[in-house]
Protein backbone atom coordinates (compact mmCIF):
# COMPACT_ATOMS: atom_id res chain seq x y z
CA UNK A 1 0.00 0.00 0.00
CA UNK A 2 1.08 3.38 -0.69
CA UNK A 3 0.42 6.58 0.88
CA UNK A 4 1.47 9.85 -1.12
CA UNK A 5 1.95 12.81 1.29
CA UNK A 6 1.84 17.08 0.89
CA UNK A 7 5.20 16.85 -1.02
CA UNK A 8 4.46 13.68 -3.10
CA UNK A 9 6.66 11.50 -1.39
CA UNK A 10 5.61 7.96 -1.89
CA UNK A 11 6.26 5.93 1.01
CA UNK A 12 4.78 2.16 1.58
CA UNK A 13 3.54 1.42 4.37
CA UNK A 14 3.75 -1.94 4.05
CA UNK A 15 7.52 -2.00 4.20
CA UNK A 16 7.43 -0.93 7.61
CA UNK A 17 7.62 -3.65 9.92
CA UNK A 18 4.65 -4.33 12.54
CA UNK A 19 6.72 -4.00 15.51
CA UNK A 20 8.61 -0.96 14.55
CA UNK A 21 5.81 1.45 16.13
CA UNK A 22 4.65 0.17 19.49
CA UNK A 23 8.49 -0.52 20.07
CA UNK A 24 9.51 2.96 19.50
CA UNK A 25 6.92 4.43 21.48
CA UNK A 26 8.29 1.68 24.64
CA UNK A 27 11.34 3.42 24.00
CA UNK A 28 10.30 6.39 24.54
CA UNK A 29 8.57 5.51 27.79
CA UNK A 30 11.72 3.42 28.72
CA UNK A 31 14.09 6.44 28.37
CA UNK A 32 11.62 8.91 30.12
CA UNK A 33 11.74 6.67 33.22
CA UNK A 34 15.20 5.77 33.26
CA UNK A 35 15.76 9.60 33.47
CA UNK A 36 13.72 10.83 36.10
CA UNK A 37 15.15 7.68 38.08
CA UNK A 38 18.73 9.05 37.42
CA UNK A 39 17.68 12.46 38.25
CA UNK A 40 15.87 11.51 41.11
CA UNK A 41 19.16 9.60 42.35
CA UNK A 42 21.64 12.96 41.64
CA UNK A 43 19.09 14.93 43.75
CA UNK A 44 19.50 12.71 46.19
CA UNK A 45 23.28 11.90 46.58
CA UNK A 46 23.75 16.02 45.64
CA UNK A 47 21.23 16.02 49.45
CA UNK A 48 23.67 13.87 51.39
CA UNK A 49 26.55 15.77 49.99
CA UNK A 50 25.39 19.04 51.35
CA UNK A 51 24.69 17.61 54.53
CA UNK A 52 27.43 15.78 54.88
CA UNK A 53 29.92 18.85 54.05
CA UNK A 54 27.52 21.84 55.31
CA UNK A 55 24.81 20.65 57.62
CA UNK A 56 23.28 23.63 58.92
CA UNK A 57 23.20 25.47 55.50
CA UNK A 58 20.91 22.70 54.16
CA UNK A 59 18.87 22.92 57.41
CA UNK A 60 18.30 26.32 57.20
CA UNK A 61 17.13 26.15 53.68
CA UNK A 62 14.25 22.82 55.06
CA UNK A 63 13.39 25.21 57.68
CA UNK A 64 12.25 28.06 55.49
CA UNK A 65 10.29 25.72 53.19
CA UNK A 66 7.18 25.84 54.34
CA UNK A 67 5.35 22.65 56.34
CA UNK A 68 2.69 22.20 52.97
CA UNK A 69 5.83 22.12 50.41
CA UNK A 70 7.62 19.81 51.84
CA UNK A 71 7.87 16.31 51.11
CA UNK A 72 6.44 13.26 53.14
CA UNK A 73 8.05 13.02 56.48
CA UNK A 74 8.05 9.31 55.93
CA UNK A 75 9.98 10.05 52.07
CA UNK A 76 12.63 12.48 54.27
CA UNK A 77 13.33 9.54 56.18
CA UNK A 78 14.15 7.14 52.97
CA UNK A 79 16.32 9.87 51.68
CA UNK A 80 19.24 8.30 54.18
CA UNK A 81 19.70 4.28 53.53
CA UNK A 82 18.92 2.58 57.05
CA UNK A 83 22.47 1.33 58.45
CA UNK A 84 23.23 -2.24 57.86
CA UNK A 85 21.66 -4.97 60.39
CA UNK A 86 24.05 -6.22 62.96
CA UNK A 87 25.07 -9.90 62.57
CA UNK A 88 22.90 -12.00 65.08
CA UNK A 89 24.52 -13.04 68.16
CA UNK A 90 25.01 -16.69 68.29
CA UNK A 91 24.16 -18.24 71.41
CA UNK A 92 22.22 -21.62 73.08
CA UNK A 93 18.82 -20.46 74.04
CA UNK A 94 18.03 -21.59 77.57
CA UNK A 95 13.65 -21.03 76.72
CA UNK A 96 11.22 -18.72 75.86
CA UNK A 97 10.24 -15.54 78.08
CA UNK A 98 6.82 -14.34 77.16
CA UNK A 99 5.77 -10.83 78.80
CA UNK A 100 2.85 -9.36 79.69
CA UNK A 101 3.25 -5.24 80.34
CA UNK A 102 1.03 -3.50 82.74
CA UNK A 103 0.74 0.21 82.91
CA UNK A 104 0.48 3.54 80.69
CA UNK A 105 3.01 3.64 77.28
CA UNK A 106 5.68 4.76 79.16
CA UNK A 107 5.59 2.06 82.78
CA UNK A 108 5.12 -0.56 79.38
CA UNK A 109 7.98 1.19 77.74
CA UNK A 110 10.60 0.69 80.69
CA UNK A 111 9.27 -2.73 81.53
CA UNK A 112 10.12 -3.81 77.86
CA UNK A 113 13.71 -2.34 78.10
CA UNK A 114 13.96 -4.46 81.41
CA UNK A 115 12.79 -7.27 79.78
CA UNK A 116 15.33 -7.49 77.39
CA UNK A 117 18.19 -6.99 79.94
CA UNK A 118 16.55 -10.09 81.46
CA UNK A 119 16.47 -11.80 78.40
CA UNK A 120 19.77 -11.34 77.46
CA UNK A 121 21.24 -11.99 80.75
CA UNK A 122 19.59 -15.28 80.61
CA UNK A 123 20.48 -16.15 77.64
CA UNK A 124 16.60 -16.87 76.58
CA UNK A 125 14.40 -15.47 73.47
CA UNK A 126 12.21 -13.50 74.47
CA UNK A 127 8.83 -13.12 72.62
CA UNK A 128 7.38 -9.54 71.55
CA UNK A 129 5.92 -8.27 74.58
CA UNK A 130 1.65 -8.13 75.14
CA UNK A 131 0.68 -4.64 75.91
CA UNK A 132 -2.07 -4.37 78.84
CA UNK A 133 -5.35 -4.05 77.26
CA UNK A 134 -6.86 -4.41 80.85
CA UNK A 135 -6.57 -1.32 82.75
CA UNK A 136 -8.57 2.13 83.32
CA UNK A 137 -7.09 3.19 80.01
CA UNK A 138 -8.71 -0.21 78.02
CA UNK A 139 -6.57 0.58 75.25
CA UNK A 140 -6.85 -2.57 72.60
CA UNK A 141 -3.52 -1.83 70.94
CA UNK A 142 -1.02 -4.14 70.51
CA UNK A 143 2.89 -4.00 69.89
CA UNK A 144 2.80 -3.46 65.91
CA UNK A 145 0.16 -1.00 66.46
CA UNK A 146 2.84 1.60 68.66
CA UNK A 147 5.95 0.59 67.54
CA UNK A 148 7.99 -0.79 64.95
CA UNK A 149 8.07 -4.33 65.56
CA UNK A 150 10.68 -5.26 63.20
CA UNK A 151 13.24 -2.79 63.81
CA UNK A 152 12.79 -3.51 67.48
CA UNK A 153 13.58 -7.67 66.22
CA UNK A 154 16.25 -6.47 63.66
CA UNK A 155 18.08 -3.69 65.75
CA UNK A 156 18.56 -5.78 68.79
CA UNK A 157 19.51 -9.00 66.97
CA UNK A 158 23.07 -9.13 67.96
CA UNK A 159 21.94 -9.31 72.03
CA UNK A 160 18.64 -10.99 72.25
CA UNK A 161 16.82 -13.39 69.39
CA UNK A 162 13.66 -11.86 69.84
CA UNK A 163 10.49 -13.88 67.58
CA UNK A 164 6.71 -12.70 67.06
CA UNK A 165 4.97 -15.85 68.64
CA UNK A 166 5.67 -18.82 70.18
CA UNK A 167 6.85 -21.98 68.30
CA UNK A 168 3.05 -24.02 67.71
CA UNK A 169 4.20 -26.77 70.11
CA UNK A 170 3.74 -24.33 73.15
CA UNK A 171 0.38 -23.41 72.87
CA UNK A 172 -2.63 -24.47 74.36
CA UNK A 173 -3.69 -26.11 71.25
CA UNK A 174 -1.18 -28.74 71.74
CA UNK A 175 -1.86 -29.04 75.33
CA UNK A 176 1.35 -26.79 76.35
CA UNK A 177 0.84 -25.14 80.20
CA UNK A 178 2.59 -21.93 80.12
CA UNK A 179 4.12 -21.37 83.90
CA UNK A 180 3.15 -17.66 85.03
CA UNK A 181 4.40 -15.34 87.19
CA UNK A 182 5.36 -11.95 88.38
CA UNK A 183 9.35 -11.38 89.12
CA UNK A 184 10.14 -9.72 92.11
CA UNK A 185 10.28 -5.65 92.11
CA UNK A 186 13.66 -4.26 92.11
CA UNK A 187 15.34 -7.27 91.52
CA UNK A 188 19.03 -7.67 90.58
CA UNK A 189 21.34 -10.03 88.39
CA UNK A 190 21.18 -12.62 91.31
CA UNK A 191 17.85 -13.05 91.80
CA UNK A 192 17.00 -13.80 88.37
CA UNK A 193 20.05 -15.82 87.37
CA UNK A 194 19.55 -17.81 90.81
CA UNK A 195 15.84 -17.71 91.02
CA UNK A 196 14.26 -17.40 87.67
CA UNK A 197 16.85 -19.36 85.41
CA UNK A 198 16.02 -22.53 86.57
CA UNK A 199 12.19 -22.52 86.08
CA UNK A 200 13.35 -22.36 82.35
CA UNK A 201 15.38 -25.93 82.62
CA UNK A 202 11.79 -27.37 84.14
CA UNK A 203 8.84 -25.33 81.83
CA UNK A 204 11.34 -24.36 78.63
CA UNK A 205 8.68 -20.87 78.65
CA UNK A 206 8.00 -18.98 81.74
CA UNK A 207 5.32 -15.89 80.95
CA UNK A 208 6.07 -13.12 83.53
CA UNK A 209 2.62 -11.23 83.97
CA UNK A 210 4.06 -8.02 85.77
CA UNK A 211 6.97 -6.44 84.56
CA UNK A 212 6.65 -2.97 86.08
CA UNK A 213 9.86 -2.06 87.71
CA UNK A 214 10.78 -5.77 88.05
CA UNK A 215 14.88 -4.87 87.56
CA UNK A 216 16.66 -2.92 89.91
CA UNK A 217 17.66 0.67 89.28
CA UNK A 218 21.41 0.44 90.40
CA UNK A 219 23.81 -2.49 91.02
CA UNK A 220 23.57 -4.10 87.24
CA UNK A 221 27.00 -4.32 85.40
CA UNK A 222 27.81 -1.51 82.84
CA UNK A 223 27.07 -2.92 79.50
CA UNK A 224 23.54 -4.27 80.64
CA UNK A 225 23.35 -0.39 81.95
CA UNK A 226 24.08 0.67 78.12
CA UNK A 227 21.91 -2.09 76.71
CA UNK A 228 18.98 -0.77 78.59
CA UNK A 229 19.64 2.70 77.08
CA UNK A 230 19.97 1.22 73.40
CA UNK A 231 16.72 -0.52 73.77
CA UNK A 232 14.72 2.61 74.85
CA UNK A 233 17.08 5.63 72.74
CA UNK A 234 17.22 3.11 69.51
CA UNK A 235 15.03 -0.01 69.93
CA UNK A 236 12.09 0.90 70.40
CA UNK A 237 10.78 3.27 67.48
CA UNK A 238 7.37 4.57 67.05
CA UNK A 239 5.10 3.12 64.10
CA UNK A 240 5.64 5.02 60.58
CA UNK A 241 1.95 6.44 61.14
CA UNK A 242 2.93 7.66 64.74
CA UNK A 243 6.38 8.95 63.78
CA UNK A 244 4.63 11.36 60.72
CA UNK A 245 1.55 12.92 62.54
CA UNK A 246 4.66 13.23 65.61
CA UNK A 247 6.80 15.34 63.60
CA UNK A 248 3.79 16.83 61.59
CA UNK A 249 3.08 18.15 65.17
CA UNK A 250 6.84 19.20 66.08
CA UNK A 251 7.22 20.83 62.93
CA UNK A 252 3.91 23.41 62.97
CA UNK A 253 5.13 23.96 66.31
CA UNK A 254 8.55 24.76 65.76
CA UNK A 255 7.60 27.41 62.78
CA UNK A 256 6.06 29.32 65.22
CA UNK A 257 8.79 29.78 67.68
CA UNK A 258 10.21 27.91 70.78
CA UNK A 259 7.31 26.04 73.32
CA UNK A 260 7.10 24.99 76.57
CA UNK A 261 5.28 21.37 76.93
CA UNK A 262 3.42 21.14 79.90
CA UNK A 263 2.57 17.55 81.20
CA UNK A 264 -0.73 18.65 82.69
CA UNK A 265 -1.14 15.39 84.58
CA UNK A 266 -4.50 17.18 85.70
CA UNK A 267 -6.71 13.61 83.97
CA UNK A 268 -9.62 11.32 85.63
CA UNK A 269 -7.51 8.19 86.83
CA UNK A 270 -4.21 10.37 88.04
CA UNK A 271 -6.89 12.21 90.42
CA UNK A 272 -9.10 8.94 91.31
CA UNK A 273 -5.65 7.05 92.17
CA UNK A 274 -4.06 9.76 94.16
CA UNK A 275 -7.47 10.97 96.17
CA UNK A 276 -5.90 14.41 94.82
CA UNK A 277 -9.25 16.79 94.87
CA UNK A 278 -7.89 20.26 95.40
CA UNK A 279 -9.82 22.68 93.57
CA UNK A 280 -12.85 20.03 93.08
CA UNK A 281 -16.48 20.18 93.61
CA UNK A 282 -18.12 17.92 96.26
CA UNK A 283 -19.92 15.82 93.44
CA UNK A 284 -16.39 15.80 91.20
CA UNK A 285 -14.60 13.85 94.54
CA UNK A 286 -17.66 11.48 95.28
CA UNK A 287 -17.31 11.04 91.42
CA UNK A 288 -13.28 10.37 92.02
CA UNK A 289 -14.09 8.27 95.09
CA UNK A 290 -16.37 5.64 93.27
CA UNK A 291 -14.10 5.24 90.20
CA UNK A 292 -11.63 4.18 92.93
CA UNK A 293 -13.46 2.07 94.67
CA UNK A 294 -14.74 0.18 91.84
CA UNK A 295 -11.16 -0.57 90.45
CA UNK A 296 -9.90 -3.24 92.63
CA UNK A 297 -5.95 -3.01 91.90
CA UNK A 298 -5.90 0.85 93.24
CA UNK A 299 -5.18 -0.75 96.36
CA UNK A 300 -5.83 2.70 99.02
CA UNK A 301 -9.68 3.87 99.03
CA UNK A 302 -9.92 5.72 101.88
CA UNK A 303 -6.97 9.05 101.42
CA UNK A 304 -7.02 12.44 102.81
CA UNK A 305 -6.37 14.50 99.99
CA UNK A 306 -5.25 17.66 101.92
CA UNK A 307 -2.53 15.89 103.73
CA UNK A 308 -1.38 14.40 100.35
CA UNK A 309 -0.86 17.80 98.97
CA UNK A 310 1.12 19.08 102.09
CA UNK A 311 3.29 16.03 101.33
CA UNK A 312 3.68 17.14 97.63
CA UNK A 313 2.42 13.96 96.51
CA UNK A 314 -0.76 15.54 94.51
CA UNK A 315 -0.21 16.65 90.70
CA UNK A 316 -0.44 20.69 90.53
CA UNK A 317 -4.02 21.77 89.46
CA UNK A 318 -4.15 24.02 86.10
CA UNK A 319 -4.70 27.37 88.40
CA UNK A 320 -1.39 25.99 90.47
CA UNK A 321 0.28 25.20 87.52
CA UNK A 322 -0.54 29.27 85.81
CA UNK A 323 1.03 30.80 88.98
CA UNK A 324 4.15 28.74 88.64
CA UNK A 325 4.28 29.27 84.85
CA UNK A 326 3.74 33.12 85.68
CA UNK A 327 6.62 32.95 88.30
CA UNK A 328 9.03 31.27 86.53
CA UNK A 329 9.10 34.34 83.90
CA UNK A 330 6.83 32.86 80.85
CA UNK A 331 4.92 35.73 79.76
CA UNK A 332 1.44 35.88 77.28
CA UNK A 333 3.57 35.46 73.93
CA UNK A 334 4.79 32.25 75.19
CA UNK A 335 3.61 28.97 72.96
CA UNK A 336 2.21 26.23 75.15
CA UNK A 337 1.75 22.93 74.16
CA UNK A 338 -1.04 20.69 76.70
CA UNK A 339 0.61 17.52 76.56
CA UNK A 340 -1.59 15.38 78.16
CA UNK A 341 -5.35 13.64 77.59
CA UNK A 342 -8.36 15.19 78.99
CA UNK A 343 -8.47 17.40 81.55
CA UNK A 344 -10.72 16.60 84.36
CA UNK A 345 -13.06 19.90 84.27
CA UNK A 346 -12.41 20.39 80.66
CA UNK A 347 -12.38 24.16 79.64
CA UNK A 348 -13.76 25.06 83.61
CA UNK A 349 -10.46 24.25 84.58
CA UNK A 350 -8.25 25.85 81.95
CA UNK A 351 -9.75 29.01 81.54
CA UNK A 352 -7.03 30.23 84.24
CA UNK A 353 -4.03 28.78 82.46
CA UNK A 354 -5.76 30.22 78.56
CA UNK A 355 -6.66 34.10 80.06
CA UNK A 356 -2.66 34.05 81.29
CA UNK A 357 -1.30 31.99 78.22
CA UNK A 358 -3.40 32.74 75.30
CA UNK A 359 -0.90 30.46 72.94
CA UNK A 360 -2.27 27.27 74.46
CA UNK A 361 -2.44 24.21 71.50
CA UNK A 362 -3.41 20.20 72.20
CA UNK A 363 -2.56 18.19 69.10
CA UNK A 364 -6.52 18.54 68.91
CA UNK A 365 -6.49 21.88 67.96
CA UNK A 366 -2.86 21.54 65.52
CA UNK A 367 -4.43 18.31 63.65
CA UNK A 368 -7.00 17.79 61.77
CA UNK A 369 -9.65 15.49 62.99
CA UNK A 370 -9.40 13.25 60.33
CA UNK A 371 -5.53 12.79 61.35
CA UNK A 372 -6.27 11.74 64.99
CA UNK A 373 -9.23 9.78 63.51
CA UNK A 374 -7.33 6.20 63.49
CA UNK A 375 -5.84 6.97 66.69
CA UNK A 376 -9.06 7.38 68.55
CA UNK A 377 -10.02 5.04 72.03
CA UNK A 378 -6.48 4.09 71.62
CA UNK A 379 -4.80 5.84 74.41
CA UNK A 380 -1.11 5.01 74.76
CA UNK A 381 -0.95 5.90 70.78
CA UNK A 382 -2.11 9.12 71.35
CA UNK A 383 0.21 9.76 74.45
CA UNK A 384 3.09 8.25 72.06
CA UNK A 385 2.27 11.24 70.15
CA UNK A 386 2.75 14.04 73.13
CA UNK A 387 5.80 12.05 74.05
CA UNK A 388 7.50 13.14 70.69
CA UNK A 389 6.54 16.77 71.16
CA UNK A 390 7.56 16.57 74.76
CA UNK A 391 10.80 15.14 73.81
CA UNK A 392 11.28 17.68 70.79
CA UNK A 393 10.36 20.70 73.00
CA UNK A 394 12.19 23.50 73.84
CA UNK A 395 11.36 23.19 77.58
CA UNK A 396 9.32 20.39 79.55
CA UNK A 397 7.68 20.93 82.57
CA UNK A 398 5.18 18.12 84.19
CA UNK A 399 3.06 18.73 86.85
CA UNK A 400 3.50 15.66 88.33
CA UNK A 401 6.34 13.29 88.16
CA UNK A 402 5.38 10.14 87.14
CA UNK A 403 6.22 7.29 84.60
CA UNK A 404 5.57 10.00 81.36
CA UNK A 405 7.54 12.57 82.96
CA UNK A 406 10.55 10.61 84.09
CA UNK A 407 11.34 8.55 80.60
CA UNK A 408 10.84 12.04 78.71
CA UNK A 409 12.97 13.70 81.49
CA UNK A 410 15.59 10.53 80.60
CA UNK A 411 15.15 11.28 76.80
CA UNK A 412 16.35 14.98 76.79
CA UNK A 413 18.90 14.29 79.33
CA UNK A 414 20.21 11.82 76.51
CA UNK A 415 19.63 14.32 73.81
CA UNK A 416 21.91 17.01 75.42
CA UNK A 417 20.57 17.66 79.13
CA UNK A 418 17.62 19.04 77.35
CA UNK A 419 15.63 22.25 79.70
CA UNK A 420 13.01 20.03 81.61
CA UNK A 421 11.90 22.10 84.92
CA UNK A 422 11.12 19.20 87.43
CA UNK A 423 8.77 20.95 90.20
CA UNK A 424 9.07 20.53 93.58
CA UNK A 425 5.68 19.80 94.34
CA UNK A 426 6.16 20.24 98.41
CA UNK A 427 7.99 23.20 98.54
CA UNK A 428 5.42 24.64 95.68
CA UNK A 429 2.27 24.21 97.68
CA UNK A 430 4.03 25.76 100.87
CA UNK A 431 4.83 28.91 98.76
CA UNK A 432 1.12 28.57 96.65
CA UNK A 433 -0.58 28.72 99.87
CA UNK A 434 1.24 31.74 101.47
CA UNK A 435 0.58 33.54 98.17
CA UNK A 436 -2.99 32.91 98.03
CA UNK A 437 -3.76 33.81 101.89
CA UNK A 438 -1.94 37.22 101.05
CA UNK A 439 0.89 36.42 103.41
CA UNK A 440 3.54 36.45 100.49
CA UNK A 441 3.63 38.99 98.05
CA UNK A 442 3.65 38.16 94.16
CA UNK A 443 7.66 39.91 94.09
CA UNK A 444 8.89 37.42 96.54
CA UNK A 445 6.46 34.32 95.97
CA UNK A 446 8.03 34.74 92.37
CA UNK A 447 11.72 34.95 93.21
CA UNK A 448 10.97 31.61 95.85
CA UNK A 449 10.04 29.75 93.32
CA UNK A 450 12.83 30.56 90.52
CA UNK A 451 15.52 30.07 93.91
CA UNK A 452 13.53 26.73 94.65
CA UNK A 453 14.30 25.13 90.85
CA UNK A 454 17.81 26.63 89.69
CA UNK A 455 19.09 23.39 90.21
CA UNK A 456 15.88 21.61 89.32
CA UNK A 457 16.10 22.44 85.14
CA UNK A 458 17.80 18.87 83.65
CA UNK A 459 21.58 19.31 84.66
CA UNK A 460 23.67 16.45 84.81
CA UNK A 461 23.85 14.88 88.67
CA UNK A 462 24.36 11.96 90.03
CA UNK A 463 21.39 9.13 90.63
CA UNK A 464 20.71 9.67 94.03
CA UNK A 465 21.26 5.87 95.71
CA UNK A 466 18.76 4.58 98.46
CA UNK A 467 20.26 0.64 99.21
CA UNK A 468 16.76 -1.04 100.53
CA UNK A 469 14.62 1.40 99.57
CA UNK A 470 14.68 1.76 96.01
CA UNK A 471 11.26 2.92 95.48
CA UNK A 472 12.42 6.23 97.09
CA UNK A 473 15.32 6.62 95.11
CA UNK A 474 16.01 8.29 91.53
CA UNK A 475 14.81 6.13 88.75
CA UNK A 476 17.57 4.49 85.76
CA UNK A 477 14.98 5.91 83.17
CA UNK A 478 14.98 9.16 84.32
CA UNK A 479 18.70 10.05 84.57
CA UNK A 480 20.44 7.06 82.51
CA UNK A 481 23.64 8.46 83.30
CA UNK A 482 26.12 5.32 82.14
CA UNK A 483 24.53 6.37 78.63
CA UNK A 484 25.17 10.09 78.87
CA UNK A 485 29.18 10.64 79.38
CA UNK A 486 32.30 8.45 79.37
CA UNK A 487 34.82 8.14 82.37
CA UNK A 488 36.33 11.23 83.69
CA UNK A 489 34.39 13.09 81.32
CA UNK A 490 31.38 12.39 83.27
CA UNK A 491 32.81 13.46 86.80
CA UNK A 492 33.45 16.29 85.12
CA UNK A 493 30.24 17.09 83.36
CA UNK A 494 28.00 16.88 87.02
CA UNK A 495 30.77 18.91 88.79
CA UNK A 496 30.63 21.97 86.49
CA UNK A 497 28.68 24.88 87.58
CA UNK A 498 25.42 25.10 85.27
CA UNK A 499 23.59 28.54 86.13
CA UNK A 500 21.23 28.05 83.43
CA UNK A 501 18.61 30.86 83.20
CA UNK A 502 15.00 30.23 82.72
CA UNK A 503 15.16 32.52 79.29
Not at 10 to 23: A, F, H, N, T, Y
Not at 240 to 252: A, C, D, F, S, W
Not at 437 to 443: F, R
Not at 447 to 464: C, N, T, W, Y
Request: aromatic share 10%; net charge positive.
Amino acid sequence: MEVRSENNIQVRCDKIPSQLIPRTRLQVWFFRVCSSILLWTCLIQLLAVCELWHPRLLTGLTNRIPWTSRPPLRLQHSLHSPPPLPPPRNYRSNGFLKVSCNGGLNQMRAAICDMVIVARLLNLTLVVPELDKTSFWADPSDFGDIFDVSHFIDSLRDEVRIIKRLPKKFSRKYGFQTFRMSPVSWSNEKYYLEQILPLFSKHKVVHFNRTDTRLANNGIQLDLQKLRCRVNFQGLKFTPEIETLGYKLVHVLQDQGPFVALHLRYEMDMLAFSGCTHGCTVEEAEELKRLRYAYPWWREKEIMSEERRQQGLCPLTPEEATLVLQALGFDKETQIYIASGEIYGSERRLASLRAAFPHIVKKETILDPAELQQFQNHSSQMAALDFMVSVASNTFIPTYYGNMAKVVEGHRRYLGFKRSILPDRKKLVELLDLHQNGTLPWNDFALAVRQVHEKRMGQPFHRRIIPDKPKEEDYFYANPEECLCEGTKCEDLVGRSNSSTLH
